[in-house]
């Protein structure tokens, strides 16, 4: 059978079974492991097995429960509470000070745990606070959750190490790709907040709270041990001095006694923290283990010399194939996991943008720029449904479909500007390596 009636079997039985509302890891395994049966015999099948078991033994892959402990570990010492509290201290007399104090926590807790305590923690502390100060819903919700998907581009990004893993690029060198183009993203997102202060005053009230410098003083004192911490991780990594797999063991040591020293290390907490870390990473395996097996099974049936022939083909701009690929993926991020776009885009886009010449870092920061700006846009926007689940009440579905377009405009912003300037995204990088 030809690789061009595979790819349509393929591809239009995982749409389909995605739109009946198969989790994408059963839709994809079950199709690939049908697949190979089918034409390439029973002993085939004897894939599964080798595959899930070199998968599931990869040192590369221990990053993954170790950043993830590491950021369970400091969200249970109470760090993000402390964090917050703290750097409020210092922008009190500041309009719209809240809003940018937690965008500034969200990229103190991206850097400690990636994608998803920003949100819950933020969402639980920050948000009844500014809307008790009557801050505006869109601005306390929306800053909350902008700040919150940054731990997708900030490393250590648990997204960035599945990617690496599937798409075989350093993992080292997407961390710093992350780094400068997340940073960029988080000034914006303060400059935004600034700007509506200053045109709608109304939306961001000053605060009366006097609040002395001695307060200030000490508030500081509260984060700098896991300041240090994310400082001895990423710098290490940066120069050089470990892998990310051994930094990421250093850092959930380092948390864990960080947890110890506030007195937060018990026997629930030590539980509690295993448990989340053992689902995530479990969550990550089961879509990387069918991932997996989809590549090898489309790789041999012959899918790198269509796609590369095809596209030499193509009489047209290879900037216009990737504006194309950018769309795409924008589009699968509205209604599909990030997980589920990585795992069936990544192995076929990739060597696309290696052919037309581009850089395979900087094409890989522009497609987890996409992957966050999915999660902040309905219908599927997972920052939208954790939203709903820690707001206070009286905020409804409605309120925080209203709070994100400003901030994902942002989002569209830096990722054109990463397109024009690659250099936003390699410098850090090749500089690093």
């Known amino acids: 059978m030809s690789i061009e009636l595979i790819t349509i079997i393929l591809f239009g039985s995982l749409l389909l079974l995605l739109a009946l509302g198969i989790p994408v890891t059963f839709a994809l395994g079950s199709i690939t492991v049908l697949m190979t049966f089918i034409f390439d015999g029973p002993d085939a099948v004897y894939t599964v097995a080798t595959t ?6 990869s040192p590369t892959l221990m990053t993954i429960p170790l950043f993830l402990i590491m950021g369970n570990f400091l969200v249970e010492s109470g760090i993000s509470e402390r964090m917050y509290n703290g750097l409020s201290y210092w922008l009190s ?24 305590p920003g949100i819950l923690t933020m969402g639980l502390v920050a948000v009844p606070a500014m809307l008790k100060h009557n801050y505006s819903k869109s601005i306390a919700l929306g800053s909350v959750m902008a700040g919150g998907v940054l731990g997708e581009i900030i490393p250590p990004a648990i997204i960035m190490i599945i990617f690496a893993f599937i798409a075989r690029v350093s993992i080292g060198k997407l961390f710093f790709g992350g780094l400068v183009p997340g940073l960029i993203l988080a000034l914006l997102y303060i400059c935004y907040i600034v700007f509506v202060g200053i045109v709608k005053p109304h939306e961001l009230p000053k605060p009366t709270v006097h609040i002395s410098w001695r307060m200030r003083w000490q508030a500081l004192g509260e984060i700098f041990l896991p300041s240090m911490l994310v400082l001895i991780v990423l710098g290490s990594i940066f120069l050089g001095v470990a892998t990310p797999t051994e930094a990421a063991g250093v850092g959930a040591l380092g948390s864990m ?16 923290s295993c448990m989340q870390t053992l689902k995530i990473t479990g969550m990550a395996l089961w879509i990387l283990i069918p991932a997996t097996l989809f590549g090898v099974f489309y790789a041999s049936a012959g899918a790198q010399d269509m796609i590369m022939g095809f596209i030499q083909s193509l009489e047209v701009n290879r900037w216009l194939v990737l504006i194309c690929m950018q769309l795409v993926l924008l589009i699968f991020g509205m209604f599909m ?3 589920a776009v990585v795992t069936i885009c990544a192995p076929i886009m990739l060597p696309i943008a290696r052919l037309l010449g ?6 890989s920061i522009l497609f987890i720029l996409n992957m966050q700006v999915a999660y902040l846009t309905p219908p599927f926007g997972w920052a939208l449904i954790m939203m709903k689940g820690v707001a206070p009440e009286g905020v409804t579905t409605r309120d925080i479909w209203r709070a994100v377009p400003p901030f994902v405009l942002i989002q569209i912003f830096v990722l054109i500007l990463v397109m024009i300037f690659p250099q936003i995204a390699l410098w850090l990088p090749n500089t690093a390596f």
């Open 358 to 363: 581009f850089d395979p870092i900087w094409f």
């Open 52 to 57: 899930t078991y070199q998968q599931m033994t």
């Open 257 to 272: 006694i960080i947890c110890a020293i506030h007195r937060k290390l018990t026997l629930k907490v030590l539980m509690d």
């Open 93 to 116: 007399g500041v309009r719209g000070g809240l809003a940018i104090v937690s965008i500034g926590v969200c990229v103190s807790l991206a850097m400690c745990g990636g994608f998803g």
């Open 337 to 339: 996991d990030d997980y």
